[in-house]
């Protein structure tokens, strides 16, 4: 028997959503796609697929509406479905993380469920329920599959980091965090559309982007631009992006196990010579830095050497753009 879809008289999409279809000229299209795919509960292969992931990434807000992207660690277990429509998160925040202030009861929450060495991913988004300090919940929202497309493979192995680790706040991007961002094939990004009248369409998402390395151009000490390719045409983050500018970025060490946190405002340039010359893209997403969060040696998973999704093939970079 066929799944349930979308059962809620609202669309799947917000506002933001629905002008970036439109722009595509996918509108029709995706709003029935959406409600075939999006649902407010988890199927019973996403309940197996979060109980085997080592680690999530999430999307929380501050005080300040201000989105940051995190991620939370343990083994593969720590993630739980009670029932369909409730993911039970046991793990405490990595040292330094911006999410240990943001997970309040009722707060919004994105979460990003994603496999590496498969490229596998699961998105989701819901409220904080029932927060203590070594677990919450999350009522689930949206929940919805995506394609492997830019994932890049890499295989985990959990490890003690020996050292201590170091925490550093910035202000502009330093010597570390320059070397982490212009070497980097993955980041991933948090965003937000926080209005009721939204229905379930309302919410905070995080979001996985991948590209050859040195994908991300640093144009200066707080400014970085990405070029933003061909999607599942949701538009997620892109919508958000158009109705609320604030964005918060995750950098990922692989080996070294750093992570580098920033908070952001973000623009979305679809058209111009850049565009044009920058093979794949579809936009430029460039992000203006706020703060930034630098912790060495925190995460304590290591991974191997990645293989390179072969969706990147055709895909440029700013050398030849």
Not at 304 to 315: K, N, Q, R, V
Request: charged share 20%; net charge negative; hydrophobic share 35%.
């Amino acid at each position: 028997m066929a799944e349930a879809g979308w059962s809620s008289s609202f669309s799947p999409f917000h506002p933001g959503e629905i002008a970036a279809q439109e722009r595509f000229g996918m509108r029709e299209r995706m709003e029935e796609h959406g409600k075939r795919v999006i649902r407010d509960y988890l199927n019973e292969q996403h309940r197996q697929f979060y109980h085997q992931l080592p680690f999530l990434i999430t999307g929380t807000v501050d005080a300040q509406g201000q989105p940051w992207a995190s991620i939370l660690t343990s083994n593969p277990g720590f993630l739980s479905t009670p029932n369909e429509r409730t993911l039970r998160v046991a793990a405490s925040p990595l040292p330094g993380d911006p999410i240990r202030n943001n997970l309040e009861e009722g707060a919004p929450i994105g979460l990003l469920g994603i496999e590496l060495h498969t490229r596998r991913r699961n998105r989701m988004n819901g409220t904080i329920i029932a927060p203590n300090t070594e677990s919450f919940d999350v009522q689930v929202g949206q929940s919805f599959g995506n394609c492997p497309k830019y994932i890049q493979a890499r295989d985990y192995e959990p490890i003690e980091r020996s050292t201590p680790v170091k925490m550093q706040r910035l202000s502009q991007l330093d010597t570390a965090a320059h070397q982490l961002i212009s070497s980097a094939d993955t980041f991933f990004i948090a965003s937000a559309y926080l209005d009721e009248s939204a229905g379930l369409a309302n919410g905070v998402d995080v979001s996985h982007r991948g590209g050859k390395p040195g994908f991300v151009r640093i144009d200066n000490a707080n400014m970085l631009t990405v070029p933003d390719f061909s999607g599942n045409l949701h538009f997620n983050t892109v919508g958000n992006l158009m109705l609320n500018p604030k964005a918060g970025l995750l950098f990922v060490d692989f080996e070294r196990g750093d992570l580098l946190y920033l908070s952001s405002e973000a623009e979305v340039i679809w058209e111009g010579e850049e565009v044009k010359v920058f093979d794949g893209a579809e936009r430029l997403l460039r992000f203006h830095m706020k703060e930034g969060i630098y912790v060495e040696g925190s995460l304590p998973l290591h991974w191997s050497s990645p293989e390179i999704s072969p969706f990147l093939a055709s895909t440029g970079s700013w050398e030849t753009a």
